[in-house]
C-alpha cells in the first residue's frame, strides 16, 4: 500500500458552471462516503460512529441545504472532525469536467525528477546551510532534488531544515532526508500500521545509495502552525533521536497517513489507513503536533536558528 501524508491544503476546486445539488445526490454523496470510510478508516473502533453520525445528520436535514458542492464537502468535513479530529479525514469537491489524460501519460509525467517544493537552497553567512522544503514528492520525484541540494550543503558546518510552509507527501522521501542526517545504513525510523496486515517500515537509506552522510553536523529544523502531517513527521523524528534542534511554533498535529478514494463524479476523500509508529517510542504526533525545543514565532525562527547555530559553532574546541 502507498502511504501519503496529505496537506489540508491541497484540494480540488469545486467549478462554479455546475447545477445545484439535488436531495438525491447529496444522499447518495453521504451513504458512499460512509461506506468508503467503513471500509478503509484505520482506526476501526470509531468507524461506527462515524457513520453513524453521518447518517444522523443526514436524516435530521443537516446536509439538505448545501447549495454546491463545496458547502456540502464543508459540512461532510464538519462532521467528520467532530467525531475523529483527525485533520487528514477530507473531502473535497471536484470538477466535474477534468481535462482527459490517459492514466499513462500521467504517470509518466509524475514519475519525473523535479525541484518542485525546494523553495531554498542556500549558504548562509558562517557557513551555514539552508535547505527549505515546501512539500515531500515520492523518493522517485525528490531524489535528484534532493542530493543536489545536499550536495551544494556538503561543506556546510551546520544545517538548517526549513519545514515551516511543509504541507507534507511521501513518508518514503522523509525518511531519505532523515537519511543524510545519520551515519548508520539502514536504521530503523517508523512503521505505518495499516488496518490489516503487515506494517510498512521505514529506514535510512542502504549504504549502496552512496548518499552523502553526516551523523554529527549541527541540524536545526524549522517550524510553524503551518507545518503539517510529513513536515512534522521530519521533525517529530529528529526530535525523537536527538538528532536536531526544533525551532519555531507547535506543528498542527496532523500524523495519520492515507490514500486518496472517489465517493463518486462530484467528490473525493482521503482517508487516513495507517498509524505512525516511531522507532524508538512507538508513538506520533497525531492531535498534538511537535513542540519546538525553542518556541518562538514562526517569523522569526530561522534567525533564531542561525543564532543557535553560530553559538554552538563558536563552542566547539
Not at 159 to 187: C, H, K, Q
Not at 294 to 300: F, N, R, W, Y
Amino acid at each position: 500500500m502507498t502511504f501519503i501524508w496529505v496537506s489540508v491544503a491541497v484540494a480540488l476546486h469545486w467549478s462554479q458552471q455546475v447545477p445545484q445539488l439535488t436531495d438525491a445526490a447529496i444522499d447518495e454523496t453521504v451513504r458512499g462516503l460512509s461506506a468508503i470510510v467503513a471500509a478503509e478508516y484505520f482506526d476501526v473502533a470509531v468507524t461506527d460512529r462515524i457513520t453513524a453520525t453521518l447518517e444522523q445528520n443526514r436524516v435530521a436535514g443537516r446536509f439538505a441545504s448545501a447549495t454546491n458542492a463545496r458547502e456540502l464537502a464543508e459540512r461532510l468535513n464538519t462532521v467528520l472532525y467532530s467525531v475523529t479530529r483527525d485533520k487528514h479525514l477530507r473531502v473535497q469537491a471536484i470538477d466535474p469536467q477534468p481535462a482527459k489524460e490517459s492514466a499513462t501519460a500521467t504517470t509518466n509525467r509524475r514519475d519525473q525528477p523535479t525541484t518542485a517544493g525546494f523553495t531554498r537552497v542556500e549558504v548562509l553567512p558562517n557557513n551555514l546551510g539552508l535547505l527549505e522544503m515546501t512539500m515531500f514528492l515520492r523518493p522517485i520525484e525528490h531524489r535528484e532534488a534532493l542530493a543536489a541540494a545536499m550536495k551544494q550543503l556538503e561543506r556546510c558546518d551546520a544545517v538548517i531544515v526549513d519545514m515551516r510552509a511543509n504541507g507534507g507527501g511521501s513518508p518514503a522521501t522523509v525518511a531519505l532526508l532523515m537519511s543524510y542526517f545519520f551515519d548508520e545504513p539502514e536504521l530503523p525510523l517508523f512503521e505505518i500500521v495499516p488496518r490489516t496486515g503487515t506494517p510498512d517500515s521505514y529506514g535510512t537509506e542502504p549504504a549502496s545509495a552512496g548518499l552523502i552522510r553526516d551523523g554529527r553536523r549541527p541540524l536545526f529544523i524549522l517550524t510553524s502552525t503551518r507545518t503539517f502531517s510529513a513536515g512534522e513527521g521530519f521533525a517529530y523524528l529528529m526530535q525523537e533521536r536527538k538528532r536536531g534542534v526544533i525551532v519555531g511554533e507547535r506543528t498542527a498535529g496532523a500524523a495519520n497517513p492515507g490514500s486518496g478514494y472517489p465517493v463518486n463524479d462530484r467528490f473525493q476523500v482521503t482517508i487516513p489507513n495507517g498509524r505512525v509508529s516511531s522507532a524508538i517510542r512507538r508513538s506520533n504526533w497525531e492531535g498534538t503536533g511537535v513542540d519546538p525545543d525553542i518556541a518562538v514565532p514562526a517569523v522569526q525562527a530561522l534567525d533564531a536558528a542561525i543564532q543557535r547555530a553560530t553559538a554552538v559553532l563558536k563552542a566547539r574546541p
